[in-house]
T-cell receptor, first 109, second 114 residues
Framework: GQNIDQPTEMTATEGAIVQINCTYQ??????LFWYQQHAGEAPTFLSY??LDGLEEKGRFSSFLSRSKGYSYLLLKELQMKDSASYLC??????????WGAGTKLIIKP | NAGVTQTPKFRVLKTGQSMTLLCAQD?????MYWYRQDPGMGLRLIHY???????AKGEVPDGYNVSRLKKQNFLLGLESAAPSQTSVYFC?????????????FGDGTRLSIL
């Protein structure tokens, strides 16, 4: 079967760095997405990893280790607007997205 | 620059009533999807379409029907609404089913079944 785990909620301070982890188990793997979802809004695409390693995009970076079934999203120089839920989703062997429940990130001044 | 548009944004139904949720995209995407999002759970795929005139079942299709008569529109129907269908419904689209293609989401429809 397939399973994705993320922490339910995290708290961080404005200006700091936070790492949101995602672990998964799947029989087929075709990449992993991170999406951001502000309360009451649509999920929006942040990153896609299919090869091991770190992908950097401005203040956001995403890391993947396929052998460990592990990914993380790293947010630097946190801003209040980064308060949102962060969704991890993997593409399975049928090219369908399997979604984690999301991590609610709370930024405090 | 509309992207994916969902109507209505909010709706309250009584058990047993029927309704249709409309999704429209202006990006010429082939693939369209309907998800539901419930507290503490990941997005769950209800139905999807790989092109005009085609539909397929997702993870949780029971109680829902869909149609894709035009490439830009994807309709989700509830024939006889049940309280278990209270949820936030998201429509999404993508250019293709290539694994690297991100899905683009509408703003959601918040549906309550009393």
């Amino acid at each position: 079967g397939q399973n994705i785990d993320q922490p339910t909620e995290m708290t961080a301070t404005e200006g700091a760095i936070v790492q949101i982890n995602c672990t998964y188990q799947t029989s087929g793997f075709n990449g992993l997405f991170w999406y951001q979802q502000h309360a009451g809004e649509a999920p929006t695409f942040l990153s896609y990893n299919v090869l091991d390693g770190l992908e950097e995009k401005g203040r956001f970076s995403s890391f993947l280790s396929r052998s460990k079934g592990y990914s993380y999203l790293l947010l630097k120089e946190l801003q209040m607007k980064d308060s949102a839920s962060y969704l991890c989703a993997l593409t399975d062997s049928n090219y369908q997205l399997i979604w984690g429940a999301g991590t609610k990130l709370i930024i405090k001044p | 620059n509309a992207g994916v548009t969902q109507t209505p944004k909010f709706r309250v139904l009584k058990t047993g009533q029927s309704m249709t949720l409309l999704c429209a995209q202006d990006m010429n995407h082939e693939y369209m999807y309907w998800y539901r999002q419930d507290p503490g759970m990941g997005l769950r795929l209800i139905h999807y379409s790989v092109g005009e005139g085609t539909t397929a079942k997702g993870e949780v299709p029971d109680g829902y029907n869909v149609s894709r008569l035009k490439k830009q529109n994807f309709l989700l129907g509830l024939e006889s609404a049940a309280p278990s269908q209270t949820s936030v419904y998201f429509c999404a689209s993508s250019y293709s089913d290539s694994p690297s293609q991100p899905q683009h989401f509408g703003d959601g429809t918040r549906l309550s079944i009393l």
